[in-house]
DNA sequence: CAGCATCCAGCACGATACTG
DNA sequence: CAGTATCGTGCTGGATGCTG
């Protein structure tokens, strides 16, 4: 009982898919889903339907490269649906799928865990560059 | 109502973090919890106490300085307890905090949700695929 | 065992410019 | 508006070697 497939099973869980294995395809997924803009992008897009220039207002911070790019690839995964009108000027949104419903909601309760736990973050932090001052 | 922080009241939340905004600690604390090591190394702590080399083997691919890193990261948030032996050879154990317990459940759950999607996201990369696959 | 220090390759990311 | 293309760089992160 010592690799991941086994603890994951020994946990009860028997999902042929586990992160904490090396080449699991999950990881990609779980990074896209969590990665530093994709984690926000999912959670501005649970707010409703959007469009590219106003996500990008959303998910303050976000160059137009980035976005883009983030979109793609939570597109490939079947989090995002992009719906595109043929019209000029363009006019592009982009939604969740139920899929990627699921996703944000227990992504937005992480969020807020840890939204709500900046005052006990903050003060640890002090703490903790307190004790190594001196050096 | 365009900032995030207006969205963020406006959705019922008045409380005074947002992910959303630019210049947010939360954002940091955030990314130390969804990062790539970060989330796979909170959720191993979710099994038990543990000690480096153990959560090495347990977070497949990880290096020595990333876990490092990473547990540095953690502890200063005040996710992760590290409780240090002074024997020789020297023995230290890494445990969740009672907060890092609560973020890591969010985490687990979000975790076990993708894990439990993979075969709907997999078949969404391959329609994602087929559709461009002349370009 | 539990780590820090150093080096360095690669790519993540931002800035800018251009297209339909 | 909704992107793609290109370029430059600073940070990420792996490999290696050393310490207590």
Chains 1, 2 share one sequence.
């Not at 990008?56 to 992009?82: F, N, P, W, Y």
Request: charge should be negative; glycine fraction near 8%.
């Amino acid at each position: 009982m010592e690799t991941a497939a086994a603890r994951t099973e020994a946990a009860g869980s028997d999902l042929p898919f586990d992160v904490f294995a090396r080449a699991c395809p999950s990881r990609e997924t779980l990074e896209h889903v969590t990665g530093r803009w994709g984690s926000l992008t999912v959670g501005a897009l649970r707010e409703g339907p959007c469009r590219f220039n106003e996500l990008r207002r959303r998910v303050e911070g976000v160059s137009e490269k980035m976005l883009s790019q983030t979109l793609h690839a939570l597109e490939r995964d079947g989090i995002v649906h992009r719906e595109a009108q043929p019209t000029n000027p363009p006019r592009v949104d982009y939604e969740l799928t139920p899929l990627g419903i699921e996703v944000a909601d227990r992504l937005l309760a992480l969020i807020h865990c840890v939204e709500g736990s900046m005052a006990q973050v903050l003060t640890a932090r002090g703490a903790y560059d307190a004790t190594r001052a001196g050096r």
